[in-house]
């Protein structure tokens, strides 16, 4: 009788996992897939684009894009060029903070995670305040110093490019660094012992190894500015330069909106990127040879003597490009009532933070993001841990299917999956549209690949048997995720909640789209008062976001170094 | 349900286990038991099943079919559908890795088993230093765990392991992420601390050596079987088959047949270059056996001039190890190596008598049997 006790609960562990999986798998594809399928049927919608379902059906949207082509060409031309500078400066970025001996390799690593925190959105808006033609501080001092019309002009299709591949770059830097700490220094070494040299080295051995690293950062960082918005709305819509997500946003955006024509270009962009993505997945899972393997090597530098100096300051020169000066800018237009560069001619000023302060659209939507930001986050974060359980660590059937399908909204779009799920829910008879919930779980959805892949590497770095141990010392299941998992994965988790508060606060593609009068979120509040009220306002929220974001970003970080002080 | 088990069974029984690694089949029904206090090892090459088999008793892997019982409990049966969970199976294990928890101290750590079994305060503050005092690390106890070496992380799993009094502690490959020094220093420890505890243990590792210096009796595993059971002396004396004679130490295997028995009871056996060698069949002669094992510590060198020799050689290269030299004779039926103390030298090039006792060299049974 004593064996049917021993029995029961795994038997009926086993017996329900059918059911949880396809509850599951259910739920997500509902807030996943749905939307999506929405927005297809809509890009096939030939009647009026405003009546849904539709009334007839066709292809006409999809031979419209013809008309677009121009469009097309744009945002090719843009991605293109943004993704082969993103990727030589991740590349140098990566080679000389993790292969060579410069001076201050642990600050340089610490400041080239500011990019992420910056945000393209802010980082644009930054770049439009120093660069743009009449009133950017770069062209202002140039004419100050006797130079005639504009030195340079950031609204162009350089001018996107330029921010993008600044931006992207921090993203491949994290990418090909990845790929190459992964790799055994002695095949480094053995190179410079038969007599190569350092160049001969990089070249040879260094470039080749990682390689497939390097190409697969490329696509990933491709498809991402394939859609990419936030710098193409900043800086191309004052030059009237289009690409794909842009005449998305116009087309929503004019009157009457061309929903059937916005929804066939999102599907062909999200076609398009999963297409990128699918061979990102090919190029680094077959691609890898067998020198590189899993295993964490021990760093070992290349003296690299007085070029080190030279390289240092190439570093420096990318921090201060992507950080320093865009945030000085927008500081500094903060503090003015007219912004000028020419600091002796400078009225400095509160009036930008009072006004901003008084602004109920500008407060609330702070308040409304922080507080997205904390329960998506803290909600988020445990749904995904359940999910990467069931994922990784449970032998579930059917668990390599919950992965693609709570993977799956890394391949659409932002701001087209925004589209879709604003078109689903406004045709969903559940009251959600223009509510904070609605944003919540659009938050939650578009974050759940980031959240799975951060939570799986802290799940997968702790070892089976510190668990296993805890079982066969006679802990309970419950007594066991008590007692050692939940303290284990602790700061690793607290480490993903920061990741997804962030994401949250800054999100602009979906939240631009489901925002309404009663539930205004920061990043799309830059966005209205960029094009409605002056660039020191702009700033000045701006500048209020990015100081918040890192408050948060600087205290959890302390929190977590403290909790992991405990050693690796 | 304990009048299930007959009396004679061991303390942990295991019988016919059958267990499938997702759809590969890595145990193939194998048995055996070990009595009360008894240590007992698994040994085998990577691979083998050892490690799987040791988990399934533990509970932590689910095996296919067969049963497994321990002190007269039965923690798994196929056909009875039970299978105990692993925190009531009331063993204990010591992993690879050793499995200390980083967030804690090394007392928490080795506290963790009287804890759960929610032992008052004091008992578990006494048999904690009881377990460290036993490995040597009483000092350790207010230590962050995560602060220690490699041989200390290994004390603390020992004494974390022993700490609640288990019936049976498992150990998974403990020694095998210790250097060369520290390892023979720890075999020594856990023979001592296994005999003073009286803890029947089950113990797997892929070093013979080990395995022979530790054990009571080991278990030989190839490829999900078993290939023999036996003390160590017996298995290194009298290996069954070819498998055991060349994982277990090192062994001269001369390849030939039978040609009937000698005078003293044993067989002779006559090798493809035409040596004749008495040796002994403690298995049987089916009629299919092709080879005989010497191992080369048993084998004595002579002058040639000397009677008695068994094979005549020369010495082809002789290598000075230290504890003993070895040496490479070339012979007819091929190239022996013979280790002999550093005492006994012979020079490269010289021809030597080889000798050996009958029972020394040892028929072994055909690998498919």
């Not at chain 2, 004494?159 to 150990?171: D, E, G, N, T, Y």
Request: proline fraction near 4%; charged fraction near 15%.
């Amino acid at each position: 009788m004593n064996n049917k006790m021993a029995v029961s609960p795994i038997e009926r562990r086993f017996g329900s996992q059918g059911l949880v999986v396809t509850i599951i798998v259910a739920v997500c594809v509902l807030l996943v897939i749905v939307p999506v399928v929405f927005l297809l049927l809509e890009s096939l919608n030939t009647g009026d684009p405003q009546v849904f379902p539709p009334l007839s059906w066709g292809l006409a949207n999809y031979s419209a894009l013809v008309l677009d082509v121009r469009i097309v060409l744009n945002t090719l031309k843009v991605a293109v060029v943004a993704t082969v500078f993103a990727v030589i400066i991740g590349f140098l970025l990566a080679w000389t903070l993790t292969r060579t001996n410069i001076p201050g390799q642990a600050l340089l690593e610490r400041l080239l995670e500011i990019p992420f925190y910056v945000t393209p959105l802010v980082g644009a808006l930054a770049w439009s305040v120093l660069a743009s033609p009449e009133s950017g501080f770069i062209n202002q001092i140039w004419r100050e110093l006797g130079g005639g019309g504009a030195l340079v002009n950031i609204y162009s299709a350089g001018g996107i490019g330029w921010v993008m591949a600044i931006f992207e770059g921090s993203v491949a830097f994290v990418m090909i660094s990845a790929a190459m700490k992964a790799m055994d220094p002695a095949l480094e070494e053995g190179s410079r012992v038969l007599g190569g040299g350092k160049l001969r080295t990089m070249a040879r051995i260094t470039l080749p190894l990682v390689l497939p690293g390097v190409l697969g950062a490329a696509v990933f960082v491709f498809a991402e500015m394939l859609g990419s918005f936030a710098a193409a709305l900043v800086l191309g819509i004052p030059a009237h330069y289009y690409v794909i997500t842009t005449a998305i946003w116009e087309m929503t955006l004019s009157y009457p909106p061309d929903y059937g024509r916005a929804a066939a270009l999102g599907i062909s962009l999200f076609a398009i990127m999963f297409a990128m993505l699918a061979l990102y997945q090919r190029i680094i899972s077959r691609n890898t040879f067998t020198t590189i393997s899993g295993k964490a090597f021990r760093p070992r530098r290349m003296d690299m003597g007085r070029w080190r100096y030279a390289l240092a300051g190439a570093c420096w020169l990318y921090v201060t490009i992507a950080v320093f000066l865009p945030m000085i800018a927008l500081v500094i237009t903060s503090f003015q009532r007219f912004s000028t560069a020419i600091l002796p001619q400078a009225e400095f000023t509160l009036a930008n933070y009072l006004m901003a302060f008084n602004m109920e659209s500008v407060t609330s939507a702070i308040k409304n993001s922080l507080n997205l930001g904390f329960w998506v986050a803290s909600v988020g974060v445990f749904i995904m841990m359940l999910l990467v359980w069931i994922i990784y660590r449970s032998r579930l059937r059917g668990a390599g299917a919950i992965e693609y399908v709570v993977m799956f909204p890394q391949s659409v779009p932002r701001m087209v999956f925004g589209l879709a799920l604003l078109w689903a829910w406004l045709h969903v008879p559940i009251p959600l549209y223009g509510t904070l919930w609605l944003l919540g779980l659009a938050y939650f959805t578009v974050l759940l690949p980031l959240g799975i892949r951060t939570l799986a590497g802290v799940v997968l770095q702790i070892d089976k048997s510190l668990e296993e141990c805890a079982r066969v010392c006679g802990a309970s299941w419950w007594y066991q995720l008590r007692t050692v998992t939940f303290p284990l994965l602790k700061p690793g988790v607290l480490a993903a909640w920061l990741l997804i508060f962030v994401a949250s606060v800054r999100e602009l593609g979906v939240s631009i789209y489901l925002m309404g009068p009663n539930s205004k979120v920061i990043a799309p509040a830059i966005v209205s008062s960029w094009s409605s009220s002056g660039t020191e306002l702009t700033s000045t929220i701006a500048v209020l976001q990015t100081v918040t974001v890192f408050i948060v970003v600087i205290v959890l970080s302390r929190v977590i170094q403290r909790l992991s002080r405990y050693g690796s | 349900m304990s009048s299930a088990v007959a009396a004679d069974h061991g303390f942990i029984d295991v019988s016919d286990l059958i267990i499938h690694y997702e759809d590969y089949l890595a145990v193939k029904g194998i048995s055996f038991n070990a009595g009360a206090g008894e240590h007992l090892t698994l040994l085998g090459p990577s691979g083998c099943g050892k490690t799987t088999t040791l988990r399934s008793i533990a509970g932590l892997e689910r095996p296919s079919a067969g049963e497994i019982v321990i002190d007269g409990k039965r923690l798994y049966s196929g056909k009875g559908r039970v299978n105990v969970p692993a925190e009531r199976r009331g063993v204990s294990m010591v992993f690879q890795s050793y499995a200390i928890w980083p967030h804690m101290t090394v007392f928490d750590n080795v506290a963790y088993g009287l804890r759960v079994r929610k032992l008052p305060r004091q008992e578990v503050e006494r048999a904690v230093l009881h377990a460290l005092e036993l490995v040597q690390m009483q000092s350790y106890a207010s230590r962050s765990a995560s602060m220690l070496s490699g041989g200390q992380q290994q004390r603390i799993a020992l004494a974390r392991a022993i700490a609640f009094s288990p019936k049976v502690v498992l150990f998974d490959e403990p020694l095998s992420n210790l250097d060369a020094k520290l390892r023979n220093a720890m075999r020594v420890e856990l023979r001592d601390l296994q005999s003073r505890l009286q803890i029947t243990s089950l113990y797997v590792t892929h070093d013979q050596e080990e395995a022979l210096a530790i054990s009571d009796r080991i278990i030989i595993m190839n490829s999900g079987t078993i290939e023999q059971i036996g003390t160590p002396q017996d298995i290194y004396d009298r290996p069954r088959n070819r498998f055991v004679a060349d994982f277990i130490g090192s062994a001269n295997l001369l390849r030939g047949s039978v040609e009937g028995r000698s005078e003293e009871g044993g067989y002779c056996f006559r090798t493809e270059g035409g040596d004749l060698l008495p040796c002994v069949a403690p298995y049987g002669v089916q009629g299919n056996e092709a080879e005989v094992a010497i191992r080369p510590a048993y084998i004595q060198l002579r002058n040639p001039e000397a009677g008695g020799a068994i094979m005549q050689g020369t010495v082809r290269r002789r290598m000075f190890h230290g504890d003993f030299i070895q040496y490479q004779v070339q012979c007819r039926s091929g190239e022996m190596t013979v280790r002999r103390s550093p005492t006994e030298v012979f020079e490269e090039g010289s021809n030597v008598a080889l000798c050996f006792h009958s029972a020394q060299c040892v028929l072994l049974g055909s690998q498919a049997a």
